[in-house]
Structure formats: structure tokens, C-alpha cells
Nanobody
């Protein structure tokens, strides 16, 4: 059974930093692709960041160089390092996984409907 567990959310002031973690279990690391999404209050879920198999990241335009997406393949963990946080970053942050049958993940920011497995989310609140 595939499971994704996010952690690391919290409340920070504008300009602060947080690092989110997503631990994936129940599936071989090369058989799935993982991405970060978020859902701001009253808005639709949107893609935040994704990493290709060869380590090339892609970020949503609103990231503007503030986030990075390091990963630890040995620990099946994907991170979302967020710096210079803004109140507009307040959202429930999710990681999600989709199977790949070619053992390759591109760095395309795919829509949420393409992802099959979701974590429970971790709340990030940024105050001004």
C-alpha cells in the first residue's frame, strides 16, 4: 500500500522559512513520480514543484526562486525548502505520487488529476 506522509508545516512570520518533508513508502522509488502541491484557503489545488529523475527541478511561477526541492532517495523522502515566505503562501501543502512505467519522471508540472496517491497535507500559515 502506497503511503505519503508530510510533515514540517507550521506558523511563521513573513520572511521566515520552513522545510516540509514527504516520506513515501510501499512502492519502489523508481516506479513513481512525486510532486508538491498546495491549496490556499478558498482556492483550487495548484502545483508547486517537481523534480525529474535526473535531478532537474521545475517550480511554479509564484515560487520566484524562493523554494527548492531536495530529495533523499535512500530515505524515499522529498523535501520542500521554503524561504522568504509570504502571506500568500498560506495553504495546505500536499505531496502526491503517480506511477511511472518507464522508471523516468520528467520535470513537467502536471495537473493534480494525474496523481493517484496523496498525503494528508501539512498546514503552512504565514502572517504579515
Amino acid at each position: 500500500q502506497v503511503q505519503l506522509v508530510e510533515s514540517g508545516g507550521g506558523s511563521v512570520q513573513a520572511g521566515g522559512s520552513l522545510t516540509l518533508s514527504c516520506v513515501v513508502s510501499g512502492v519502489a522509488s523508481r516506479s513513481y513520480c512525486v510532486a508538491w502541491f498546495r491549496q490556499p484557503p478558498g482556492k483550487e489545488r495548484e502545483g508547486v514543484a517537481v523534480m525529474s529523475t535526473n535531478g532537474t527541478p521545475r517550480y511554479a511561477d509564484f515560487v520566484k526562486g524562493r523554494f527548492t526541492i531536495p530529495r533523499d532517495n535512500d530515505a524515499n523522502t522529498l523535501y520542500l525548502q521554503m524561504d522568504s515566505l509570504e502571506p500568500e503562501d498560506t495553504a495546505l501543502y500536499y505531496c502526491a505520487a503517480r506511477p511511472t512505467y518507464s522508471n523516468y519522471c520528467s520535470n513537467a508540472l502536471r495537473p493534480s488529476g494525474d496523481y493517484v496517491y496523496w498525503g494528508q497535507g501539512t498546514q503552512v500559515t504565514v502572517s504579515s
